[in-house]
C-alpha cells in the first residue's frame, strides 16, 4: 500500500462519523422500523460517507507544474501580497462545497519552511475576506532553487476543524497528503508573479490532477 495512502478511498478523519452514521442508522431501522426518521438517518450516512471519500490520484510528471492541493471550483486569480511571506504573488484560491472531497495534497515537491496558524471567524470560504479574517493555517515550503510556495487552509462556514500534519523541517512530495479540513472550505496558493496560472475563474478542479500554474525557469 502506497504510505501516503494508508486510508485509501475513505479518509481516516471520517471514520468516527461514518461508524457512527452508519450505527444509528441500522439500530434505528432494526428497533423502530423503517420510517421517516430511519429514511432521514440513511440520507445523512451517505452524505457523510460521500465527503469524507478519499480516492488515490495520478500525479502529473511535469518539474515545473505546481499541482491543485483540492477539489473544487476556482473563485481567484489575481496578483496580490503574500500576506505570510510578505512578497508579491501570484494567488489563486479554490473554494470547496461539501460535496468535494476534502483532503489537501502538496501542489510542490519541497520543505517545509514555516506552519503558521491563525484563529479566526468562520465566514462562508466563498467571501474574499474568508482569506484575512477566518480561521487558517498555512504552510510554507521552499523549492530547490529557492523559490517559495504558500498553501492555505482556509476554515469555512460550516468547517470548524482545520487538521495539517507536517512540521518545519518535513520533506513534501507532490500529491502527498498533508492535512484535512472538515466540512466545506477553500484554499489559498500562493505563488512567485512570474507564475503562469493554468486556470481561470469558474474553472473546476481536481486535487493533484489539475495543474494550477506553471513556474518561470529561474535564470
Known amino acids: 500500500?502506497?504510505?501516503?495512502?494508508?486510508h485509501p478511498i475513505f479518509a481516516r478523519e471520517g471514520w468516527p462519523y461514518i461508524g457512527g452514521t452508519f450505527l444509528l442508522a441500522v439500530l434505528w431501522t432494526s428497533f423502530a422500523d423503517f420510517g421517516f426518521i430511519a429514511a432521514i438517518l440513511?440520507?445523512?450516512f451517505l452524505l457523510v460517507l460521500q465527503f469524507f471519500r478519499d480516492p488515490p490520484r495520478v500525479v502529473p510528471t511535469a518539474p515545473d507544474a505546481v499541482l491543485c492541493p483540492v477539489d473544487g471550483q476556482v473563485v481567484k486569480v489575481e496578483q496580490t501580497k503574500n500576506p505570510f511571506t510578505q512578497e508579491d504573488a501570484l494567488l489563486i484560491s479554490?473554494?470547496?462545497?461539501?460535496?468535494?472531497?476534502?483532503c489537501q495534497r502538496s501542489p510542490v515537491d519541497g520543505i517545509i519552511e514555516d506552519v503558521q496558524y491563525y484563529p479566526g471567524k468562520f465566514l462562508s470560504a466563498d467571501l474574499d475576506k474568508a482569506s484575512t479574517e477566518n480561521e487558517r493555517n498555512a504552510v510554507v515550503a521552499q523549492l530547490k532553487d529557492g523559490t517559495r510556495i504558500t498553501f492555505v487552509q482556509v476554515a469555512g462556514l460550516v468547517a470548524r476543524r482545520i487538521l495539517c500534519y507536517v512540521q518545519k523541517g518535513d520533506e513534501l512530495k507532490k500529491g502527498q497528503r498533508y492535512g484535512f479540513i472538515r466540512f466545506g472550505s477553500r484554499v489559498d496558493v500562493y505563488l512567485p508573479t512570474d507564475a503562469t496560472p493554468c486556470v481561470t475563474i469558474g474553472d473546476k478542479v481536481l486535487g493533484t490532477e489539475t495543474i494550477?500554474?506553471?513556474?518561470a525557469p529561474k535564470a
Not at 1 to 6: A, T
Not at 212 to 215: E, G, I, Q, R, Y
Open 1 to 6: 500500500m502506497n504510505p501516503n495512502y494508508p
Open 94 to 102: 479554490v473554494f470547496m462545497s461539501i460535496f468535494n472531497v476534502h
Open 212 to 215: 494550477l500554474a506553471k513556474l
Open 42 to 44: 440513511w440520507v445523512l
